[in-house]
């Protein structure tokens, strides 16, 4: 392992320990959100260029650790301070960066552990995205069932370029964006996360996750019936 490798596997370790020992998960709770939301925004409204440039530089660091939770508190905490449209704009932008950060530190640092770590999730990956290339990726993304963070190590691992990794992965996770963003918005109404997602809303994200996979079947299936009427 050289020097570099073994210097950024230091300051990530360090940086979760540092997340562990201080239980700084406890400032990321709808509960904290709410309850520092008026300062929060005070900060905000008072320093307009500097406060999204530290939001966009904290969610980035959130997602590309995979701090359990960071990025769902990151996320409403976009749309309570910035609003809709332009809590959107930093959410998205942010996490896809993260994401792909996430996911070049799996494939040239961290590979050998993944493989380890997480066997079953790689061969799938590696077997879909064989298959279905990007549309795999884009499933898993709209599908919201899989972790975020999971899916950005499992497809380190694969052959997709991070380039695709990444504006897949910024229109796939757009809808549960502006869920969450849109919910950010209205946080002082949420009483916990149960409060996000209803019954009928997951179905819809599951759906939207398997729309891209049967499309792309039946494209095949009409390309092939064409070839052999033509």
Request: charged share 10%; glycine share 10%.
């Amino acid at each position: 392992m050289n020097h570099r490798r073994l210097l950024v596997l230091l300051l990530l370790a360090t940086a979760i320990l540092a997340w562990v020992m201080l239980d700084a998960g406890r400032f990321l709770g709808i509960e904290s959100l709410q309850r520092h939301y008026a300062e929060l925004r005070a900060q905000a409204d008072a320093h307009p260029l500097a406060a999204p440039l530290l939001f966009f530089a904290a969610y980035v660091a959130i997602a590309a650790t995979g701090i359990p939770g960071g990025a769902l508190a990151c996320t409403l905490a976009g749309g309570a301070l910035f609003g809709l449209a332009w809590g959107s704009v930093l959410v998205s932008f942010a996490s896809s960066c993260g994401a792909t950060a996430a996911c070049a530190i799996s494939r040239f640092l961290l590979r050998g552990f993944v493989e380890r770590r997480f066997p079953g999730p790689v061969a799938r990956a590696d077997a879909g995205i064989r298959d279905n290339g990007a549309w795999y990726l884009l499933a898993m993304r709209l599908a919201t069932v899989v972790p975020y963070w999971l899916i950005n190590l499992v497809m380190g691992l694969t052959r997709l370029p991070l380039g695709t990794f990444y504006w897949v992965s910024q229109l796939g996770m757009l809808p549960s964006t502006l869920l969450f963003v849109n919910a950010g918005v209205q946080l002082a109404r949420i009483d916990s996360t149960a409060d996000l997602l209803s019954p009928g809303l997951v179905l819809s994200l599951l759906l939207l996750g398997l729309f891209p996979l049967a499309a792309r079947r039946f494209t095949a299936l009409l390309m092939a019936r064409q070839r052999r009427t033509g």
